[in-house]
């Protein structure tokens, strides 16, 4: 709804829909009225198959879009609200991996008061204080969404992936050159990709463009345990290592540098 909001600025009716609503394509019958047609704008989910995998009519809207895969790569939180939605508290706190109670503890009051006061109405104009919120949601997520991708896209056409040898090891290393379109966060811009690409637990270090200077920053993924930046402290390239070991700053530009000291870092 928020997103249909965010895009059309068109009022709210929160009632049982009539067979010319569900045939009208001009009239969005959202989480209601038993069919998926999204041609005739028909979004509701709760007519499917026990067996059908987890989907909320966010899921619906957003694939109608075009922005299903992108926002189930991007949105963490989006898979749980679709076994939320279509499995329940209990399920869903199964599939997670966590007690039932966790589910409600977890609970933003914020979110409570937004949801009670949405069911209290009958009916929101692009006027009401309410309908303004639901806007800025659909809004802040597509923005979100779009700038994602856009970012996904800027590394994926750059990023280098290095396999450095160390002893027996190799250290996989993801290295974003320094463009002329400048990265807006790198390292941030290579996490991304990282998750995206599935690498998790494949990539080791990750070197990017600092923002503060002509060099490089350099760091650990998820706090590798056989990093440690701190090692680097002494070299004269390096005028920054961060004492927990998570990262370093360098001058250095040269591509075999920066691979000398990831390797310096490397705990053998």
Not at 70 to 94: M, N, Q, V
Not at 117 to 136: N, Q, T, W
Not at 157 to 170: C, F, H, N, T, Y
Request: aromatic content about 8%; charged content about 30%; hydrophobic content about 35%.
């Amino acid at each position: 709804m928020c997103v249909l909001a965010a895009l059309h600025d068109c009022p709210v009716e929160r009632r049982e829909p009539t067979t010319a609503d569900l045939d009208d394509p001009e009239v969005a019958v959202v989480d209601i009225g038993g069919r998926h047609e999204p041609e005739r704008g028909n979004f509701d989910h709760h007519h499917f198959p026990r067996e059908h995998p987890p989907t909320c009519a966010l899921s619906l809207v957003l694939a109608h879009l075009g922005l299903y895969e992108d926002a189930k790569r991007f949105c963490d939180w989006l898979e749980t609200a679709e076994w939320f939605d279509s499995r329940g508290p209990k399920k869903t706190g199964e599939w997670l991996g966590v007690p039932r109670r966790a589910i409600s503890q977890l609970h933003s009051p914020v979110d409570m008061t937004l949801l009670r006061r949405f069911a209290r109405e009958a009916r929101l104009s692009p006027s009401d204080p309410l309908y303004a919120f639901m806007k800025m949601v659909g809004d802040d997520l597509l923005t979100y969404l779009r700038d994602a991708r856009a970012r996904l896209d800027f590394t994926a056409a750059r990023v280098q992936r290095w396999s450095i040898p160390s002893g027996e090891d190799l250290i996989e290393t993801l290295f974003l050159p320094r463009t002329d379109e400048e990265a807006d966060e790198p390292s941030g811009m290579i996490g991304g990709y990282i998750r995206a690409e599935g690498l998790d637990g494949v990539i080791a270090a990750i070197v990017y463009p600092d923002r503060r200077g002509g060099g490089y920053g350099i760091g650990r993924y998820e706090d590798h345990p056989r990093l440690d930046f701190a090692r680097v402290q002494g070299e004269p390239d390096v005028h920054f290592a961060h004492a927990s070991g998570f990262m370093c700053k360098t001058s250095a530009t040269e591509p075999a540098r920066l691979q000398a000291l990831v390797k310096r870092a490397w705990r053998g």
